[in-house]
């Protein structure tokens, strides 16, 4: 897999026509620590410049080494390789990473993603800032119902040494999907097929903007803004039977707004090793701000990260989901998808409460010099429920468990490829950042 394509400026790069590789470049330190702050942006480029073209002479040599200068060689590009990141990492540089492959997830069947993850600083003299990054995939799907497509996007902005952040996920498909229902019963009733498909356009954007106070905590304010519209001539008997779905299925439109509360340790928030996350949302959804429906939501999550070693980490996952109101279909907590209990159908289990609990390992591979590869892997395992009153949420417990594979496409930023289970679906999910 190539790590990341990168734009060189000529006027950058040394001529390095006579170099040799094992001696020449001895100036480019691999170890973090040693390596520079750059006052200018512009010298930061050209030791990304003389990183590359180093790994481009030593690539060069390696095509007439014999077999006792290749191991040395081959040691060295990899030392330069991972070097790159840490180097753009410490002078905040932006990087750019392009993606695309083909996954499989219960909701839509067959699909082909590609996009990429844009990650960079917002203000370069602040070394403490954490890195912010865009993530933008078009997919393109071919399911039950035919072809499909969509756009997913995330965004993590970090400001002011950290002490303003925003957050926002958009979501947009043309595409189908199975619905059994509310509840847990109607989700157990029958298993996927013709009978529960129904073709759909969906858009989902979630936003929160928040600033820290003296005491620690983040406060702020949140958006969320639901659109869902079914095709009228594919509505399935499983939908045209449900309550819910013939009350809610002409008023399409859920606009939201609230605030957040959080505290947060974590010591990169979007791939943690250390520390701690509670965040409380409550989200009011009413006509007076252009709602079609009259409710509120409340978002109770706490996640807890220990590192047993380097790269060797134990992530835990607890959510509660409460909602009360006119709450529509698709608005419901639900459990399931890429990011909650993987493995389970994404809304195949909905109603007005739900609750999870997930225990994660996550194991990144050593290379020859024992530093940290960009390869790893991980297990996890959940259970949850949902319910139509919070004193009857562990009543009917639903599980996952899986395996997933992890490569570190920018520093601290991995590319996710996982395989769920579940008693009643099984999903391959390809997506970036962590699932928490």
Request: net charge negative; hydrophobic share 35%; glycine share 8%.
């Amino acid at each position: 897999m190539i790590k990341r394509i990168y734009l060189l400026f000529l006027t950058f790069t040394p001529n390095l026509a006579n170099a040799d590789p094992l001696t020449e470049y001895q100036y480019l330190p691999t170890d973090v620590a040693e390596m520079p702050f750059f006052a200018t942006e512009k010298q930061a480029l050209q030791r990304t410049a003389e990183y590359n073209h180093a790994i481009a002479v030593i690539d060069d040599a390696l095509d007439d080494c014999v077999t006792e200068e290749c191991e040395s060689l081959n040691q060295r590009q990899s030392d330069l390789v991972y070097a790159i990141d840490d180097h753009q990492e410490k002078n905040g540089e932006s990087i750019t990473s392009l993606l695309g492959g083909p996954a499989y997830t219960p909701e839509v069947g067959l699909m082909v993603a590609a996009g990429g993850l844009f990650s960079f600083s917002t203000n370069r003299e602040e070394q403490e800032l954490q890195r912010s990054s865009v993530s933008l995939f078009a997919v393109g799907t071919q399911g039950d119902a035919g072809v499909g497509y969509g756009i997913r996007s995330k965004q993590n902005l970090f400001f002011d040494n950290n002490d303003t952040r925003f957050t926002g996920t958009l979501t947009f498909s043309d595409d189908a999907e199975h619905y059994w229902g509310v509840g847990y019963e109607q989700g157990k009733a029958q298993d996927i097929s013709d009978d529960t498909l129904m073709r759909n356009t969906s858009l989902t954007y979630d936003a929160n903007l928040s600033f820290k106070n003296d005491y620690g905590f983040y406060f702020g304010p949140a958006l969320r803004l639901r659109y869902y519209q079914a095709d009228e001539g594919s509505i399935p008997l499983t939908a045209q039977q449900d309550d819910n779905f013939n009350e809610f299925k002409d008023k399409p439109l859920s606009v939201g707004i609230g605030v957040t509360l959080n505290y947060d340790t974590r010591d990169v928030t979007v791939n943690a090793w250390d520390g701690q996350y509670f965040n409380f949302e409550y989200i009011n959804y009413g006509s007076m701000i252009g709602s079609n429906n009259d409710y509120q939501k409340v978002l109770l999550d706490y996640r807890y990260y220990h590192s047993l070693n380097p790269g060797r980490v134990i992530a835990v996952y607890n959510a509660l989901q409460w909602s009360e109101g006119d709450v529509p279909f698709y608005d419901m907590p639900t459990l399931g998808g890429s990011f909650s209990l993987r493995g389970l159908y994404a809304g195949r289990f909905r109603d007005n409460n739900a609750i999870e609990h997930t225990v994660e390992y996550r194991h990144t591979f050593l290379r020859d010099n024992g530093n940290l590869s960009a390869h790893g892997m991980t297990v996890w395992g959940g259970i949850g429920s949902v319910a139509g009153d919070d004193t009857s949420l562990y009543d009917n417990l639903l599980y996952s468990y899986g395996v997933g594979y992890r490569y570190e496409l920018q520093p601290r930023m991995n590319v996710r490829i996982d395989l769920g289970f579940s008693a009643d679906d099984s999903g391959f999910f390809l997506t970036f950042t962590e699932a928490f």
